[in-house]
T-cell receptor, first 113, second 114 residues
């Protein structure tokens, strides 16, 4: 079992650009959640996908959007990047809309310059 | 307001000493409770979880945590720390209302003295 895999591991973008991060959940998991972790902070919930729909959303602007595919993998898109979007983006997979333990990927380190 | 509080930002202990990391939550009903560990630049690894039942929970790497409903606490303990335990520790909850998202504390950075 490969666990939760995220790609890329690191990337650098310029302000105003758009970025897409990818996540493959743990085998058998149907729920994917995305978190943003700024330096020195705990992870903050962005949104959760279940059955290819966004089920919950945290306090993030519409510049943050996502998608879940039929194979349960997911993408996080961020438009019009700001310097403040620099962070570690973590994907978590779970069963049953998160009412069980979540498994996290290693994250994607996004740097906006 | 609903929150998860880890009052200690940094803790330093000597190798071989015992450890206790504090966590308090403020939610109406008992949430699901977790402790995660994060090494520098890495993702989060689940140490242990509490859903219901026995209030003393055993986890991986020799860690345990005790749920105390009266104190709304879920403190993490280890009887003897190893240098490899140096990391960031996050207490987290899943509130048992319509929201199933994980709410994290701000973390406690554990430093180990040789």
């Amino acid at each position: 079992d490969a666990g939760v895999t995220q790609s890329p591991t690191h990337l650098i973008k310029t302000r105003g650009q758009q970025v897409t991060l990818r996540c493959s959940p743990k085998s058998g998991h149907d729920t994917v959640s995305w978190y943003q972790q700024a330096l020195g902070q705990g992870p903050q919930f962005i949104f959760q996908y279940y059955e290819e729909e966004e089920r919950q959303r945290g306090n993030f602007p519409d510049r943050f959007s996502g998608h879940q595919f039929p194979n349960y993998s997911s993408e996080l898109n961020v438009n019009a990047l700001l310097l403040g979007d620099s962070a570690l983006y973590l994907c978590a997979s779970s069963l049953d809309r998160g009412r069980t333990e979540a498994f996290f990927g290693q994250g994607t380190r996004l740097t906006v310059v | 307001a609903q929150s998860v509080t880890q009052p200690d930002i940094h803790i330093t202990v000597s190798e071989g000493a015992s450890l206790e990391l504090r966590c308090n939550y403020s939610y109406g009903a008992t949430p699901y409770l977790f402790w995660y560990v994060q090494s520098p630049g890495q993702g989060l690894q689940l140490l242990l979880k509490y859903f219901s039942g026995d209030t003393l929970v055993q986890g991986i790497k020799g860690f345990e945590a005790e749920f105390k409903r009266s104190q709304s606490s879920f403190n993490l303990r280890k009887p003897s720390v190893h240098w490899s335990d140096a990391a960031e520790y996050f207490c987290a909850v899943v509130p048992m209302n319509r929201d199933d998202k994980i709410i994290f504390g701000k973390g406690t950075r554990l430093h180990i003295l040789p």
